[in-house]
């Protein structure tokens, strides 16, 4: 049985007021909200054996680093990696997408072509269009139709005997559209080229198997995913990791240190330079363990039905457009209203307590595409519930009155 009301009670943010109304929070695709238990991880670290790890004998240093190790092992398993050291901790997606970009600096030569498609975050183009001015490669964009998915025979024209690797993500952060990944993969590996798949927006959402998708790449982040912020993971298939030069140099990533040579350690710590965020690490594997207690298929039926019920309402509403309408999409709601601009919306229904994401949401030719400035997107999580979504239509329904 889900019950709504246990699960609301478990994110101590959720009873917050703001500007003096009952917060609802739809902006989850930017960060999701921090269950009591991740919260209670994080103080349970700073209370009781905050210490650095893999380097003290001393007890503390020795539980801090079987903690963050048991965390590895938690998202290894919920990732299904054939291996833990094939899971980096990183900062973030941001920080795990540069780490492989910068990676195939040394992989590449003049001419060779990398692939990226029209709906990714900047986090998934800037990196990449920094390799190919640092290597000469050139970078093909798969296109999008208007429903916000990818044209996939288009995808098939670009890829060649030339190809070294493609990045897509496994859901947009605009649109919500679900890439059909695995196709994207089997191709590429057709030609040899490599996949990076930017999970950030999939994981909150859908349980991946990289094994299965036979990803070379997988990144995510756990803010995403109910965990703290700063921190995330880089899968990479032991092949690839061996193959990629570190990407910091620093303590913790070296086998041996003189003034003439350094060697480098193994798999995880080549990629893992200085003090990481251990309390965040930590967390991440409790949030994961969270979301596992609810269920990745209580969690997607759920957010599937808020989606429906939230897209019927907002078609009701005069002059309103909504983007991003391929048939497989998450519970992300883009649109705009005839004549008023999104950056106002969201300013007036901020007032009535509703949080919402307004602007071009980090994906610019997205928004070039649609040629529009941005759009109000709504991002749903498994918490939020109809009632709310009446509040919202009623908000948007209102700051409309006002501002046409
Ligand atoms: N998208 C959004 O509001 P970081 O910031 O490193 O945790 O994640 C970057 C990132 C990469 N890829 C995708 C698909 C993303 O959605 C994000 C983050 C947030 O849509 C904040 S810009």
């Known amino acids: 049985m889900f019950d709504i009301d246990k699960i609301r009670a478990e994110f101590p943010i959720l009873k917050r007021k703001v500007n003096g109304k009952q917060l609802v929070y739809f902006d989850n695709a930017a960060t999701s909200q921090t269950p009591q238990i991740v919260i209670d991880a994080i103080v349970d670290y700073y209370s009781n054996y905050n210490a650095n790890i893999h380097r003290g004998v001393h007890t503390l240093s020795q539980e801090a680093t079987d903690k963050y190790e048991e965390s590895r092992l938690k998202i290894q398993k919920h990732f299904n990696a054939s291996k833990s050291h094939e899971i980096i901790f990183t900062s973030g997606t941001t920080h795990s997408i540069n780490i492989v970009a910068t990676g195939f600096s040394s992989l590449l030569k003049k001419g060779d072509e990398v692939i990226v498609s029209a709906l990714e975050h900047h986090s998934n183009i800037v990196p990449w269009q920094m390799l190919c001015e640092r290597t000469g490669a050139i970078l093909k964009v798969i296109p999008m139709n208007e429903e916000g998915a990818l044209v996939m025979s288009e995808y098939d024209n670009l890829l060649s005997d030339k190809t070294k690797i493609v990045f897509v993500n496994h859901v947009s952060n605009a649109l919500g559209t679900v890439n059909p990944i695995k196709e994207i993969i089997d191709k590429a590996h057709k030609v040899g080229a490599a996949v990076l798949i930017d999970?950030?927006?999939?994981?909150?959402?859908?349980?991946?198997?990289?094994?299965?998708?036979?990803?070379?790449?997988?990144?995510?982040?756990?803010?995403?995913?109910?965990?703290?912020?700063?921190?995330?993971?880089?899968?990479?298939?032991?092949?690839?990791?061996?193959?990629?030069?570190?990407?910091?140099?620093?303590?913790?990533?070296?086998?041996?240190?003189?003034?003439?040579?350094?060697?480098?350690?193994?798999?995880?710590?080549?990629?893992?330079?200085?003090?990481?965020?251990?309390?965040?690490?930590?967390?991440?594997?409790?949030?994961?363990?969270?979301?596992?207690?609810?269920?990745?298929?209580?969690?997607?039926?759920?957010?599937?039905?808020?989606?429906?019920?939230?897209?019927?309402?907002?078609?009701?509403?005069?002059?309103?457009?909504?983007?991003?309408t391929s048939e497989e999409k998450t519970a992300v709601i883009s649109f705009n209203i005839d004549g008023i601009h999104p950056y106002d919306i969201g300013t007036i229904i901020d007032k009535l307590g509703i949080a919402v994401r307004t602007g071009h949401h980090c994906a610019q030719p997205i928004m070039d595409f649609y040629k529009i400035p941005g759009t109000i997107r709504a991002s749903f999580?498994?918490?939020?519930?109809?009632?709310?979504?009446?509040?919202?239509?009623?908000?948007?329904?209102?700051?409309?009155?006002m501002l046409q």
């Open 199 to 324: 999970g950030a927006q999939a994981c909150p959402h859908i349980k991946p198997d990289v094994q299965e998708l036979d990803a070379d790449f997988y990144v995510a982040s756990a803010h995403k995913i109910y965990g703290p912020t700063g921190v995330g993971i880089l899968y990479g298939k032991e092949e690839w990791l061996n193959k990629l030069p570190p990407y910091q140099g620093g303590g913790e990533m070296i086998k041996e240190v003189t003034f003439e040579k350094t060697t480098y350690a193994g798999l995880p710590h080549k990629f893992e330079a200085g003090t990481p965020n251990i309390c965040g690490g930590i967390a991440f594997g409790t949030a994961i363990d969270y979301a596992n207690n609810i269920g990745f298929e209580t969690i997607a039926n759920r957010e599937d039905e808020l989606l429906k019920y939230g897209t019927k309402k907002l078609l009701e509403i005069d002059g309103l457009k909504i983007y991003g």
């Open 381 to 401: 999580s498994f918490y939020n519930t109809f009632e709310e979504i009446d509040l919202f239509i009623n908000a948007v329904k209102k700051a409309q009155l």
